[in-house]
């Protein structure tokens, strides 16, 4: 996404929990590495955000040298976390009494997409300030969708991330049942993929990474358990029953556990695997 932004029209200062990417990335495109958040978005009239959590994006905001530190009158900090609103709506109350922008704008498409400048952006934010930031999500973005206001975006993209959970996890159960009946699960799917059962897990997911065995690391099952979690309460806190959900965040938090902090959501299916006694 940084690689987008560091192509004219814009002028692009990056900052990185790790000093030497940052310094990396600033040799090899346009860009130029700040040692502090705070002096990263000094005179910036956007700021963009992406981190592994909203508890992340409040500590880079209010550290020593953070971002509060630097942030210009009327500038607008734009979010790509897959946060929770309810944290964006506080950050958002915190930078409006600055007089500064806030758009939670969480993606989705992968490492593929950010490559590729296509990926969905949900958008959470007031239609002027979408208006002002569109240019810098088009950067990246090819789907720019407003969701609502401040905290929207962050919602639908935890449900896109719970459905992604539920897919992951309910293929492999069903591919598990049939190698145990000797059904071939390469056939099984190909037969999937052509029928009502099919999804973006079963077309594009698990043919390589599960099938084939090549399981790369592209987003961690400790963000998909993280993003389940945050949908789960966001139902209970609307009164809303998902028992589908509620059942899907146990079990990805048991194989989040069982997998360790490192292992890529795909890798889910190697604790249902186990648990049948099979190899999909």
């Not at 790790?18 to 700040?34: M, P």
């Not at 009327?74 to 950050?91: F, N, V, W």
């Not at 930031?133 to 789907?143: C, D, H, P, Y």
């Not at 959900?245 to 989040?256: F, N, P, R, V, Y």
């Amino acid at each position: 996404m940084a690689k987008h932004l560091a192509k004219p029209p814009f002028d692009l200062t990056v900052w990185n929990r790790t000093s030497e990417k940052a310094d990396e990335f600033a040799r090899d495109y346009a860009a130029r590495a700040a040692p502090t958040p705070g002096m990263a978005v000094r005179d910036a009239e956007f700021v963009v955000t992406c981190l592994p959590s909203s508890r992340e994006v409040e500590e880079v905001l209010t550290q020593p040298d953070g971002i509060l530190s630097g942030l210009a009158t009327h500038s607008i900090l734009i979010d790509c976390t897959s946060g929770d609103p309810a944290t964006s709506r506080e950050i958002a109350a915190m930078l409006g009494a600055r007089d500064v922008g806030f758009i939670d704008a969480p993606v989705s498409g992968g490492v593929a997409g950010a490559k590729a400048g296509a990926l969905t952006v949900m958008v959470g934010a007031n239609e002027p300030e979408l208006a002002r930031a569109r240019s810098i999500l088009e950067a990246f973005g090819k789907k720019i969708v407003l969701c609502g206001p401040v905290g929207s975006g962050h919602a639908v993209k935890s449900m896109s991330n719970a459905l992604l959970a539920v897919h992951v996890w309910s293929l492999s159960e069903a591919l598990a049942a049939l190698a145990k009946l000797g059904i071939q699960t390469d056939i099984a799917l190909d037969v999937i993929n052509g029928s009502a059962g099919r999804s973006n897990v079963s077309e594009n997911l698990f043919p390589e990474r599960v099938i084939g065995r090549a399981f790369p690391k592209t987003f961690r099952l400790a963000l998909l358990d993280k993003d389940i979690g945050i949908a789960k309460k966001l139902a209970a806190d609307a009164g809303v029953a998902v028992p589908i959900i509620d059942l899907a965040a146990q079990l990805i938090h048991e194989a989040h556990e069982e997998l360790g902090e490192e292992a890529d959501h795909v890798e889910a299916a190697k604790v249902v695997e186990s648990r049948a006694g099979v190899l999909l």
